[in-house]
């Protein structure tokens, strides 16, 4: 943090993790299934997690944001968010990172997307829902912006289209600019 009132020191990270450990009751002879896990994000990255199959990149990602499931079993030595100590977020705290400060996109990620919803209610959800904006027009507006800020042509008309509509893979892109207040 800056010594300047309530400035933000940008090289400051904006997640960092020390030693994250997760584990499942019952799993893997009582032995965590990620040891020792240490990530610092800072402003403006973007993370890819690799590795192999069942190495366990899901469970750390979801564990990130508090979306392991009720069974997770987690432990760091640091797991801090904007300078905020994460071990002791409740669900409320949760929510209001993520989609805004955080976010999360699987390796599939058309398959997240809803079949019956057009592209364009996804992104307008993620903005009204975080209360980026709140005004239907400016909601509307910020959709097909944020659209065309990942490059899919004609915002406008692919807003009003389904997942299985879009040609390639353009949807996941969406989800790394929507909480983008820029």
């Known amino acids: ?23 499942f009751a ?5 032995k965590p299934i990620v040891v020792d896990f240490d990530l610092t994000i800072g402003p403006g990255e973007c993370v890819a997690l690799v590795g192999e199959s069942g190495s366990g990149k899901s469970i750390t990602a979801r564990s990130l944001l508090n979306l392991a499931g009720d ?8 797991f801090e968010i904007k300078g905020r ?26 398959v997240s997307l809803d079949p019956l919803r057009t592209i364009g209610q996804e992104v307008a959800e993620v903005i009204s829902s975080h209360r980026i904006l709140t005004d239907a027009g400016a909601i509307r507006d910020r959709t097909l912006q944020t659209l065309g800020k ?4 004609n915002p406008a008309d692919r807003a009003l289209q389904y997942a299985h509509q879009l040609s390639g893979r353009p949807a996941p892109a969406c989800a790394d600019r929507v909480g983008d207040r820029g």
């Open 1 to 23: 943090m800056s010594s300047v009132g309530s400035q933000i020191d940008l090289a400051a990270p904006i997640v960092e993790v020390q030693g994250l450990s997760i584990g």
């Open 26 to 30: 019952g799993a893997n002879g009582g």
């Open 71 to 78: 069974g997770a079993k987690t432990a760091a030595h640091r």
């Open 85 to 110: 100590d994460a071990r002791s977020f409740g669900e409320a705290d949760w929510r209001k990172l993520r989609g805004t400060v955080t976010g999360l996109v699987m390796q599939d990620a058309l």
């Open 150 to 153: 990942v490059g899919i042509p």
